[in-house]
């Protein structure tokens, strides 16, 4: 959304799309949104669009990712962080994408590194 809202900023300042794509990939780099986006968008607003919101879509709603579930979720990590993602999704009757969407995305939580270090064993002949 924030991409758009600085596409049509310099689609109102007169920039070009090619213009408007090296912007974005020198503010966002990997995470800058295509070129053939950027091109997508200015045609809608030289079409007369001012929108930059998603046009709704048909489909099932998510029926997994609601407040109480991800409440649900939030409050299983603060009460065992060692939970697994197949054991919470077992619990809430919810699938293993969901619950890592939910963890990852909704709750902003990233698996901490651990480095483990290796033993020295003795040899038994020792």
């Known amino acids: ?8 900023f310099c689609f109102k ?10 912007m974005l990939v020198k503010v966002y780099g990997v995470d800058a949104v295509s070129k053939k986006c950027v091109f997508e968008w200015f045609k809608r607003f030289r079409d007369g669009e001012e ?5 709704p879509r048909s489909g099932r709603p998510p029926t997994s990712t609601t407040p109480d579930i ?6 299983m990590l603060a009460d065992d962080r060692r939970l697994s993602l197949r054991m919470t999704g077992e619990e809430l009757k919810i699938s293993l994408d969901s619950v890592s ?24 002949n020792e």
Not at 13 to 22: I, P, S, V
Not at 51 to 55: G, P
Not at 70 to 75: A, G, M, T
């Open 1 to 8: 959304m924030e991409q758009r809202v600085n596409i049509k």
């Open 13 to 22: 300042l007169g920039k070009t799309a090619t213009e408007t794509h090296e």
């Open 51 to 55: 929108d930059v919101k998603d046009e």
């Open 70 to 75: 991800i409440e649900r979720v939030q409050r």
């Open 101 to 124: 969407n939910i963890i990852h995305e909704h709750l902003q939580k990233r698996k901490k590194e651990v480095y483990a270090f290796p033993t020295l064993r003795r040899s038994i």
